[in-house]
């Protein structure tokens, strides 16, 4: 294939213009506003995400540092933490469920490039987050994968495909190790 078999137009994907307004306006607020500062602004950067349109629960930490590509694609339940440097690359939705801790350095991330295509067109999964889950320091969720409930994988953890609820997992590729304990109710 040579360079006029490739239709660069075709390399571009077709967001609206009212689309790049808006994240080129969240981007300006985000990076002035709500990403710098220290843990007790949680609550300022709170707002701001629900301003731009994620729903958030109650009682939930977004620490300094963290980046959220699109707001509007992020659901994150009750009594959550989002730790400092945390990177959400959320073209697709990124839902968070309820009492779940995404510590220091994690990236969660939903884009990816189509490499059969000459062109590399942009595509994106939606990536789930169980409940009372933990993902730990520096792990890399790809585009799709769903954490169950109860869920814990090792720091510096890759995760390419589905973990089941209430395991621990480490690793890259990231493995089942063992089972995790239900608490008791």
Same mark, same amino acid.
């Given at each position: 294939m040579n360079e006029q078999d490739v239709n660069l137009k075709d390399s571009k994907h077709a967001w609206s213009l009212g689309h790049k307004l808006m994240r080129g306006l969240w981007r300006l607020?985000?990076? =002035? =506003? $709500? /990403? %710098?500062? %220290? !843990?007790?602004?949680?609550p300022w950067r709170v707002f701001l995400l629900r301003l731009f349109g994620a729903t958030i629960g109650r009682? &939930?930490?977004?620490c300094g540092g963290v980046?959220? =590509?699109? %707001?509007?694609n992020l659901e994150i339940a009750d009594c959550v933490a989002v730790s400092e440097q945390v990177d959400i690359y959320n073209f697709g939705k990124v839902t968070i469920g309820h009492n779940t801790c995404l510590s220091r350095g994690v990236w969660v991330c939903t884009g990816s490039h189509d490499y059969n295509e000459p062109t590399f067109p942009l595509t994106w999964?939606?990536?789930?987050?169980?409940?009372?889950?933990?993902? +730990?320091?520096?792990?890399f969720l790809a585009p799709g994968v /769903?954490?169950?409930? $109860? +869920? &814990?994988? +090792?720091? /510096?953890?890759?995760?390419? !495909? %589905? =973990?089941?609820?209430?395991? &621990?997992?480490?690793g890259n590729p990231c493995v089942q190790i063992k089972p995790r304990r239900r608490p008791a109710r």
């Open positions: 607020v985000w990076s =002035l =506003l $709500g /990403r %710098p500062g %220290p !843990r007790f602004l949680s009682d &939930v930490l977004v980046k959220v =590509l699109m %707001p509007w999964k939606d990536i789930s987050i169980g409940h009372s889950a933990w993902i +730990a320091a520096e792990c /769903r954490i169950g409930d $109860g +869920a &814990v994988v +090792a720091a /510096r953890s890759v995760v390419t !495909r %589905p =973990l089941e609820g209430w395991h &621990v997992y480490g």
